[in-house]
């Protein structure tokens, strides 16, 4: 993330490991600044899978949105 070629704009990723999702933002700054969301699992009642399909698309409508 820290090598982002287009440090002016956010770098957002996915951190999973099959069961749990959790999405990271890093902005670079002085001094990079990284935000966490919400751990997001397949092992609760209510599977959290069609949270983290929407927030993928999302960043898609960003990315598509977006001067890249």
Partial sequence: ML?????????YSL???GEDFQFMKLIKKDKPIYALS??????RRGNELYKVVNILK???????????
């Fill in 3 to 11: 090598a982002n070629p287009q440090p002016e704009h956010p770098v």
């Fill in 15 to 17: 951190v999973m490991n």
């Fill in 38 to 43: 919400d751990r997001f699992t397949l092992s």
């Fill in 58 to 68: 999302n960043l898609g409508q960003i990315l598509i949105s977006s001067d890249f």
